[in-house]
């Protein structure tokens, strides 16, 4: 590596994020121990947590088989969580690659480099404020078209009772 | 013309755990969309492919779907 690289390696700020699955074999109460696990590989190469979700159980898109001494288990659900961190300097983000592989109640992990920001971006407020907005539209059309219809019948009895009120 | 989803919502990383919006790109057998179709910016195309396939590999999408 030239030395360029290496100052700008340095400068860049190196936040990471761990997304992973544990298995749901393993009761609830136990969930959070796993949770303290993870949170231990992160310990000992010195990473600030910036923010973390913790594992909700959820069903898989697919199921994912994993072996256990020789046979597989096959998983359709599991809790899915991730915990988004900072590493330092003197910190090696192969060791926490290496300590969730290692680790047999993981069914599957990712690392990934991303930015201090939430990422998040909540399409639901802005798809629900949409529908809403497109009820409200209906109604109003709706109550104008009744509107006009209760006044047409208000006009044809009050022409009906000038007619009558002719007559006699 | 139709402009860019993620210029538009200020959206400048896409995270491969927004379910919700990656689903908005994939057609119902679960396949990528094109940038012709997406009318996204190439950057954001680009980060969109990348947060897809993470989220697949992670099984909160499919590879394919009926």
Known sequence: MSKKAAVAKN????IYEVGYHILSSVSEENVPKEVEKIKAYLAKEKAVIISEE???LRPLAYSIKKAFGGSYKVFDKAYFGFIKFELGIDGDIINIDLGMRNNESIL???VIKTVRENTMYSPKITVFSDKEAKIK?????????KAEKTATIEEIDKSIDALVSEEV | MKQCFFSQNNIKYVDYKDV????KFLNPHARMQGKKK???K???QRQLSEAI????YMALLPFVAR
């Open chain 1, 11 to 14: 400068s860049e700020e190196k």
């Open chain 1, 54 to 56: 913790t594992p909700k």
């Open chain 1, 108 to 110: 599957r992990y990712i």
């Open chain 1, 137 to 145: 539209t209906t109604f109003k059309e709706d109550k104008i078209v």
């Open chain 2, 20 to 23: 919700e919006l990656l689903k």
């Open chain 2, 38 to 40: 997406t009318n996204v």
């Open chain 2, 42 to 44: 190439a950057r954001s």
């Open chain 2, 53 to 56: 396939k993470r989220a697949r």
